[in-house]
Structures are given as C-alpha cells and as structure tokens.
T-cell receptor, first 114, second 113 residues
Framework: DVKVTQSSRYLVKRTGEKVFLECVQDMDHENMFWYRQDPGLGLRLIYF???????EKGDIPEGYSVSREKKERFSLILESASTNQTSMYLCASSPWTGAKVEAFFGQGTRLTVV | AQSVTQLGSHVSVSEGALVLLRCNYSSSVPPYLFWYVQYPNQGLQLLLK??????LVKGINGFEAEFKKSETSFHLTKPSAHMSDAAEYFCAVVKAAGNKLTFGGGTRVLVKP
C-alpha cells in the first residue's frame, strides 16, 4: 500500500513559535507537495518540490518555507506562527510523470495557533 | 492561470437519489481532471480521473464523470446515493505538461435517510 505519513494529526502552537510539519512517503516519488485546506477555499498549494533540495513556490508561500534533504521527506516550516495560519495542512506526493498519475495524500495535520 | 469552480459548497440528497456535483475549469488548454473524496478526519483519495481517451470516466464506489470540452466541465454523478457517500468532494486539474494540482473549493455532501 502506498503511504504518505504526516508526523502529527493535531498540533497546538503559540503565536511566534517556529513550527515544523513533517511528511514522509514510502513510494520513491519525485514530487512532494504541501497544501493548506480551509473551508470554502479548497486546497491551496503552499510549496512543492520535484527533487531533493529543489523547491518551487505555490500560490500562498508567504510565511512558510520548506526543506527537502532526502527524497522521502518534505518538511513545512512556519518561521513565526500566526493565528491566521490556523488550518488543516495536507502533504501529498506523486511520481515525476505526475500529470497523468494521481497524487497521494497524507491524513493531514490540524494546526491551531493560539 | 487555470482555475476550478465547484458550484455549491453544500449539497443535500436523499438516500437513493441522484448525486450531481458540478465542476467547471478555466484553462487555455484542456487539462487533466480529477475528482477526490475526503471522508471526515481523513486525507484525500482519488475517485476518478480523466487524462485522454473516453470522455466518460468511471471511478470507485459507483461514481462517474464526463469531460465536456465545449462546456469546460467535468461533473461528477452517482445514480443512487448511499449514506456512506457523505463526504467532501474536490475537483482538481493539472496541466498536461505540469504536475501541480489546482483544486476547486469543495462540495460537502449530506445524505438524508
């Protein structure tokens, strides 16, 4: 079974904290993605990576950074968490021929910033 | 830039009734199209996809969708709703030469007994 694992299901952090969300995939996929999910807005792409150490900004990268030091792991970093970053975060992966092949998603991390 | 519009953020259907979820996209070239489903407290899983070939696509759990290029639509249907279909459904597109999914706003389906 293909698997994308996010390290936490629920997180509560304080305003100003540096927050790390971790994602690991076991499918040897080249592409990995971080999305943010908010009611009525669907999923919005924050960042994606198509190879180790490679990254591209998505639609809403402000306030976030990412790290991909190993192929299987993609981390999302909130440099200084703010209350407007309270949301559900979803990680996904796909092979490099991703256009025709679906992305596989983790179960999500619900982050609350207080 | 491509975008995806799902008409109706909430849909309520009776068990056994037709489920119809609407999706329209805007893109300079026909993209690849996907429907995903999200059950409560879970990630997204693929229902079906259209890349090339037959425009009527069948997916899991009795769902199907038809790609209509002239209408830039990819509506999702199921002839007879089941209680287990209660979930949120997302339409998504990706450019043929790309690998980034663009999602619609989602439609939450409620199934009434």
């Amino acid at each position: 079974d293909v698997k994308v694992t996010q390290s936490s299901r629920y997180l509560v952090k304080r305003t100003g904290e540096k927050v790390f969300l971790e994602c690991v995939q076991d499918m040897d996929h080249e592409n990995m993605f971080w999305y943010r999910q908010d009611p009525g807005l669907g999923l919005r792409l924050i960042y994606f990576s198509y190879d180790v150490k490679m990254k591209e900004k998505g639609d809403i990268p402000e306030g976030y950074s990412v790290s991909r030091e190993k192929k299987e792991r993609f981390s999302l970093i909130l440099e200084s968490a703010s209350t407007n970053q309270t949301s559900m975060y979803l990680c996904a992966s796909s092979p490099w021929t991703g256009a025709k092949v679906e992305a596989f998603f983790g179960q999500g991390t619900r982050l609350t910033v207080v | 830039a491509q975008s995806v519009t799902q008409l109706g953020s909430h849909v309520s259907v009776s068990e056994g009734a037709l489920v119809l979820l609407r999706c329209n996209y805007s893109s300079s070239v026909p993209p690849y199209l996907f429907w995903y489903v999200q059950y409560p407290n879970q990630g997204l899983q693929l229902l079906l996809k259209y890349t090339t070939g037959a425009t009527l696509v069948k997916g899991i759990n009795g769902f199907e969708a038809e790609f209509k290029k002239s209408e830039t639509s990819f509506h999702l249907t199921k002839p007879s709703a089941h209680m287990s279909d209660a979930a949120e459904y997302f339409c998504a597109v990706v450019k043929a030469a790309g690998n980034k999914l663009t999602f619609g706003g989602g439609t939450r389906v409620l199934v009434k007994p």
